[in-house]
């Protein structure tokens, strides 16, 4: 049964700060990744997805890596802001044929100004 | 804008009366999912429609039922909910074929209260 974990659970940081975000999965049969930003009491949005034969995508700040063989996926947040301070979530897509996504408990960051 | 609705947002019922969530969909995607989120815990796959084919996990409760009348509108059913049923209701989509664009996309949410 795939698991996927996030480490660590939190993270507080100083604004301008890089920072670095981490999923493992402990079956590296996946089709995708992907990762969210989930704001308090609100729905999920998408930041990036990384399909299995690819090794990162990147998006602004935002720049997500993917190792399967060894089954994890960091994101990277570059000069980090205030307005980032959300849960941040994985999640990976079970197999080629499979709907079923499976998520991490996600990583609660905040930038302090 | 494309885009995931649910509605409602809030929504408060007592212990055993039957509520219903709806979601709709502008994508045109064939892959309608509803995860169950509690607090501060990863969102958990309750079931999803692939097309008309229904898809239930293995672990949801049989108190849980869900209905795709058409493409676009897919609803939750909780036909006798229980204290322990309070949380986050998100609806999401995903285009469905096996390919490069199997991005899920989320609803808002709706936020689940049983008194």
């Known amino acids: 049964k795939q698991e996927v974990t996030q480490i660590p659970a939190a993270l507080s940081v100083p604004e301008g700060e890089n920072l670095v975000l981490n999923c493992s999965f402990t079956?590296?049969?996946?089709?995708?990744l992907q990762w969210f930003r989930q704001d308090p009491g609100k729905g999920l949005t998408s930041l990036l997805l990384?399909?299995?034969?690819?090794r990162e995508q990147t998006s602004g700040r935002l720049n997500a890596s993917l190792d399967k063989s060894s089954g994890r996926s960091t994101l990277y947040i570059a000069a980090s802001q205030p307005g980032d301070s959300a849960t941040y979530l994985c999640?990976?897509?079970?197999?080629?044929?499979?709907?079923?996504?499976?998520f991490g408990p996600g990583t609660r960051l905040s930038v302090l100004p | 804008d494309a885009m995931v609705i649910q509605n409602p947002r809030y929504q408060v019922t007592q212990f055993g009366k039957p509520v219903t969530l709806s979601c709709s969909q502008t994508?045109?995607?064939?892959?309608m999912y509803w995860y169950q989120q509690k607090s501060s815990q990863a969102p958990k796959l309750l079931f999803h429609?692939?097309?008309?084919?229904?898809?239930n996990e293995a672990d949801t409760p049989d108190n849980f039922q869900s209905r795709r009348p058409n493409t676009s509108f897919c609803f939750l059913d909780i036909r006798s909910p229980g204290l322990g049923d309070a949380a986050m209701y998100l609806c999401?989509?995903?285009?469905?074929?096996?390919?490069?664009?199997?991005?899920?996309?989320f609803g808002p949410g709706t936020r689940l209260t049983v008194l």
């Open positions: 079956d590296s049969a996946i089709y995708n």
């Open positions: 999401a989509t995903s285009r469905g074929p096996s390919g490069v664009y199997n991005e899920q996309f």
């Open positions: 999640a990976v897509r079970l197999g080629n044929y499979g709907q079923n996504f499976v």
């Open positions: 429609y692939y097309d008309k084919d229904f898809n």
């Open positions: 994508l045109n995607h064939n892959v």
């Open positions: 990384i399909q299995s034969s690819q």
